[in-house]
């Protein structure tokens, strides 16, 4: 493309219009099974979890169906009803969590460092390789995810 000469010495102010958005996008937090298990087991923390999420798009690692499912077979062996426990994980897979796998040597060496499992290491690396919130009740996770996510301190001068 070439420019011409304007006899107009002043450039022209460029205008760029744009429809108002349709949408937002939800901001990303990464959630725990103690969060979702609040939420779909309906257990006392479920308003506090509801409200944590609203307005978030939920990510986890990829092991957190299996922790909602062992959770369901726990108290299943505890004498809650087979249904209501199938429908619990049906309206699990409803959320539409997405879920990602997290880098394994990341989770080890997160383990070690804030003495973690393996399990809980997995969503702090979630959160840090994607710079997003980590949603816990779990009172250690959270401590390690504040150590962790806040990065190194800045030097003083």
């Known amino acids: 493309m070439t420019t011409r000469p304007s006899s107009d010495p002043q450039p022209r ?3 760029v219009m744009e ?3 349709r ?5 990303p937090a990464v959630v725990d099974a103690s969060v979702i298990a609040a939420l779909v087991f309906a ?33 299943r062996r505890r004498g809650d ?16 969590i997405e879920l ?3 880098d394994l040597p990341l989770v080890l060496d997160l383990a070690a460092r804030f003495k973690l499992t393996a399990y809980d290491a997995a969503y702090l ?8 919130p980590l949603c816990t009740f779990d009172k250690r996770l959270a401590d390690a995810a504040q150590l962790y996510l806040a990065g190194p301190a800045e030097p003083t001068p």
């Open 19 to 21: 429809p108002a958005p």
């Open 125 to 132: 690396a979630v959160a840090g390789t994607l710079q997003c």
């Open 100 to 102: 990602i796998s997290p």
């Open 43 to 75: 257990e006392p923390e479920n308003a506090e979890a509801a409200r944590m999420l609203a307005g978030r798009r939920p990510l986890a690692p990829d092991i957190l169906a299996y922790e909602i499912t062992n959770i369901a077979a726990t108290r």
């Open 23 to 27: 949408y937002v996008v939800p901001r």
């Open 81 to 96: 009803a087979l249904q209501t426990l199938q429908d619990c994980l049906g309206d699990f897979q409803a959320m539409g």
């Open 13 to 15: 102010p460029l205008f």
